[in-house]
Structures are given as C-alpha cells and as structure tokens.
C-alpha cells in the first residue's frame, strides 16, 4: 500500500480541489494547555520558548493531539513569535501575561534587527523537528507548517505584548508609513526565509496566521496586510510550485473576498464571525476553504456544538473544505468534546 503517497492525502486533496471520500479536519492549536499530556511535557521544557526550540519536547507535544485523534493534519509546534525572538528582539513567555517583548518604535530599532540570513541558523531546532515528524507521524497524516503574517507580527514588536486593539503598531504605520513598511518588509523577507526552510526540511503545506488583520481599515489592509501575503506567496511558489498555501485573515470581513482573489492562496481559513452561506457564495469558487467553529462551542460540547458544526458542513461541506475551528482551541476545552466534535465531522456524508 502507498497511504504515504502525497497524492492520497485526504487534505492535499481538498487543497488541491480534488473529490475526497470525507471532509479533512484538523484544529488550530490542537496542541496546547486543554490536554493534560501537554502539560506535563510543558512543565519538564520549564518556558515555552524552551519547549519549541528543543525537538524532542516539540515533536512529542505535536504528536499528542494526533495519537488521541487521530486529525488529518498535524500542525509543528512552535510560535509565531519565534521569527522575532531569531532577529534579535528577545521574546518572553510570562505565566498569564501571554508574550512580552522590548517595544521596537523607532527606525533605529529596525535598523539594530540581525540580518533575515540568522532565520535559517537560530532556528535550527525547530526545522529539526520538521524532519523527525515527516519520520514519525501516520503515512496518512500531512504536516502543516506555519508563521506569523508580518502585520500580526509587527503589533507584537511594536506593540511589545498583545493588545485590544493594535494601537501601538497602528500609530506607527499611520504617522510614518513608510517608515513602517520597512519593518514590514523585513518580516516578509524573514517569513519566506522560515517557511522556505520548513518546506525544505518537510512540511508539506504552509498556513500564515494573520490574527489582528481584521483591525485595518481597508487602504491600510491593502498595504499591510493583502500585499505582504501576496509577495510571500508569490516568492514561496516561485521555490516550490506544488506547495499549498493558506491564509487566516482573522476579522477581515467582506474584504476577505478581494484579499482571496488577489493574492491567490490556494486556502482560506474562517474565522468565527464569518457567515458560512457568505463564504459559500463569494469565496469556495476561488479556493478551498477552512473552519469556522467558534473554539467556545467546543468548551460547550452537547447538542449546540453538533447542530452548529453540522450547519456548517451542510454549508461548505461539499468542498472544497477542511474543516476547523474559527479560532485557537482554548485552555478550558474538555479533550472528550474535541473527540464527539471529531466523530461529528467524520460521520457527516454530502
Ligand atoms: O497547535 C498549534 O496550533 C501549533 C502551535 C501554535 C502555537 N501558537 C502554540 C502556542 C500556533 C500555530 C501558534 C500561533 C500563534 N501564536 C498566533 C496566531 C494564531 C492565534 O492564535 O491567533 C499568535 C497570535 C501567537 C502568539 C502567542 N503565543 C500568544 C498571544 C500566546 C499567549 C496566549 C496563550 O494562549 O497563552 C502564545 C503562547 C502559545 N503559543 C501557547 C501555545 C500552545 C501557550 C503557551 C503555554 O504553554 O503556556
């Protein structure tokens, strides 16, 4: 049998817009906090960066979720946030506090970054993570590898923490926008660089999180969010034509339909709000799409998580589709609701 043949793979397929036999599912951070195996690992790594930059720690953690669910996907476990902390601006993980990094607000700040070439050498570990996964995962499973869109990442380096509502990064880009479009595009550089190296060390589709794009308005949007995506996509498919790409436009409304369109990705992951009979109508003729089942649900379980997961899939569900959540899994989500949600999806049938 060749179930490793990239050509079976129930998720390339619907990537690809091919038929598949059922609808792949995999969920954002299906590694994490909920499960208590994770935690164990998390307490021996001592910090979270530790965690990701040390591939046996990192390969066990991402193969926990697979083992007990047996997902059509496997996500690499690591951090967006690991790109910054490689060119030079430190990032900590603090209990409760989420990432804490030095705010960079001036262009001397972005002058003192290292140049995009450490990507490759400081992040060595998690590239060997890669390797040991593409060994030690199911044939049948495929391995998603993923960075940060350079606007989300950028507010964490402006910004020095998550916020509400991106102020610091958007004072920036709207006082001295070209000034800021500097360090934009040193994160699209640094990205193609991270994600060009996975691909070479065997991820085989790659998604970009872009969380915070929602909050641009839209001249903004167009510039710091839509044309970053579009040059790395178009420098990713230059080095590797086959590979899949996603993209997760959180909160970006009706201008994900323009934002799809004009960049091309091959995927377009949901988030919560959007409205599947939206999607359905201005989106799946231009790709595959992804999600959108709000994480809380999934806290909740019970009847109301089954009849909005079985909307949605009556919805987008003959395809192209892969089904997901709207957002990350969150800590409180019991893991036997991720199991009935699992059951859900696969039992669902066009
Ligand atoms: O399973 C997976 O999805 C793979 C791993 C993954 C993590 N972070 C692990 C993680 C992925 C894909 C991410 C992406 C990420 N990281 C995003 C984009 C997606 C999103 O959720 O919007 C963002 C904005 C970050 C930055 C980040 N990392 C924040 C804001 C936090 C703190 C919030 C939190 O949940 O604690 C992290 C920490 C983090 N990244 C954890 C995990 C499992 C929790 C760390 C811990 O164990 O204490």
Avoid at 26 to 46: C, H, I, N, T
Avoid at 86 to 114: C, M, N, R, S, Y
């Amino acid at each position: 049998m060749t179930s490793a043949n990239a050509a079976e793979k129930r998720l390339l397929k619907a990537l690809k817009r091919q038929p598949v036999d059922r609808v792949p599912v995999w969920l954002m951070r299906q590694a994490g906090r909920y499960l208590p195996e994770y935690r164990k690992v998390r307490a021996e790594a001592g910090g979270f960066l530790d965690l990701c930059y040390t591939p046996d720690f990192a390969e066990e953690v991402t193969l926990q979720p697979i083992r007990r669910y047996g997902f059509d996907a496997s996500i690499l476990f690591s951090d967006i946030l690991v790109v910054p902390d490689a060119l030079g601006q430190p990032v900590a993980f603090k209990e409760g506090e989420g990432p804490v990094l030095e705010p960079i607000t001036h262009a001397d700040g972005i002058a003192a970054l290292k140049p995009v070439a450490v990507i490759r050498e400081k992040l060595q570990p998690v590239y060997e993570t890669v390797r040991r996964l593409r060994i030690s995962l199911p044939a049948e499973t495929t391995l998603i590898g993923f960075a940060g869109a350079p606007w989300t990442v950028a507010t964490y380096m402006v910004g020095g923490r998550g916020s509400p509502d991106q102020a610091a990064a958007k004072a920036w880009a709207y006082r001295a926008p070209d000034e800021f479009q500097k360090l934009i595009d040193l994160l699209v550089a640094a990205t193609i660089e991270h994600l060009s190296a996975q691909v070479e060390a065997g991820v085989e589709v790659v998604q970009l999180f872009d969380t915070w794009a929602g909050s641009l308005p839209e001249l903004s949007f167009e510039r710091f969010a839509l044309k970053p995506m579009l040059e790395i996509r178009v420098a990713l498919k230059a080095r590797f034509p086959d590979l899949p790409v996603i993209g997760f436009p959180r909160g970006a409304g009706p201008m994900t339909a323009q934002y799809f369109r004009a960049t091309k990705l091959d995927a377009l992951s949901l988030d919560t709000a959007m409205s599947p009979g939206w999607a359905r109508d201005n989106l799946q003729s231009l790709g595959c799409l992804q999600g959108n089942l709000d994480p809380l649900l999934l806290v909740a379980g019970g009847p109301e998580m089954r009849r909005q997961a079985l909307a949605i899939l009556d919805t987008l569900g003959k395809g192209p589709f892969i089904f997901n959540l709207g957002h990350g899994i969150v800590p409180q989500t019991p893991p036997e609701h991720v199991a009935e949600l699992v059951e859900i999806v696969r039992g669902w049938r066009v």
